[in-house]
């Protein structure tokens, strides 16, 4: 495990408790992702039941409290269920997850599947591979666990996320570029079936509000920087430029994902 990885998990095993508390626009974008593969399974379906193919085996990368594929089961069509395997780097997340009726929890890295070649039908993901590393890691790891028909559904956040204001924008997240992603996913193995770039955000009253919300996310971890937010100075201007971008709901934390569909 490397020393940004050690950090991450630490960070979101003390996030573990309280994430899901605050991560409402999290949940939000699970519970889309979830009816998006719902809703083409019963697309395909209705369109040709006999070749319509239901997957077997559904993986979450990054599954933190497990919201996504508890939604899943919940809005399964039947009670023929899949396997479902829940997957995160932090040990804290996976138990906030729980166990009972739900998925195998797994705590891995997403650059490293603990997996055999082809053995996944479908991979979820929502707001989880801004943190690999290497986007081109874990995209091929992706795509070696897929089966031949496998798809992948995807919500990533990309730079500009977290503030409108740029002193602020990517402040404790490792959020890398769209343009980054796109040419990763155009040199990796997966055919892009759809993509959509999305602008989300939540309003908070207080500074300390806004900050607190970071901390409790878990997003206070910067590659290279040890520590989590800044000292008292550098605290207080980060408060002062956050009532800077105040409007009229409250101060804004933003969020720009990139939502997309891949095919094996």
Not at 17 to 28: I, K, M
Not at 69 to 93: K, T
Not at 121 to 127: A, K, R
Request: aromatic share 6%.
């Amino acid at each position: 495990m490397t020393a940004w990885q050690a950090t991450l998990r630490r960070r979101f095993d003390r996030a573990a408790s309280g994430y899901e508390a605050l991560a409402q626009l999290q949940q939000q974008s699970a519970e889309r992702l979830a009816d998006a593969v719902l809703q083409q399974l019963i697309l395909q379906q209705a369109i040709s039941p006999q070749a319509a193919v239901r997957p077997e085996r559904i993986l979450d990368l990054g599954c933190g409290t497990g919201w996504l594929l508890r939604h899943l089961q919940r809005q399964w069509p039947d009670e023929q269920l899949p396997s479902l395997f829940a997957l995160d780097l932090s040990e804290g997340m996976l138990q906030a997850a729980g166990a009972k009726n739900g998925p195998l929890r797994i705590c891995a890295d997403a650059s490293s599947l603990p997996f055999a070649n082809a053995s996944i039908d479908l991979l979820l993901s929502n707001f989880a591979l801004h943190w690999c590393d290497d986007p081109a890691q874990v995209l091929a790891e992706m795509h070696r666990v897929s089966t031949a028909d496998g798809r992948a559904f995807c919500v990533i956040p990309v730079a500009g996320s977290l503030s409108a204001r740029g002193e602020l924008a990517g402040q404790g997240a490792a959020l890398r570029d769209l343009q980054d992603w796109q040419q990763a996913v155009a040199d990796s193995p997966w055919q892009l079936v759809s993509s959509e770039l999305e602008q989300w955000a939540e309003h908070h009253e207080t500074p300390a509000a806004w900050l607190n919300t970071l901390r409790a996310l878990g997003v206070t971890a910067r590659r290279g920087v040890s520590g989590g937010l800044p000292g008292r100075a550098a605290y207080a201007e980060l408060q002062r430029q956050l009532e800077l971008s105040r409007e009229p709901a409250g101060i804004p934390l933003r969020y720009q994902v990139w939502r997309i569909q891949l095919q094996a």
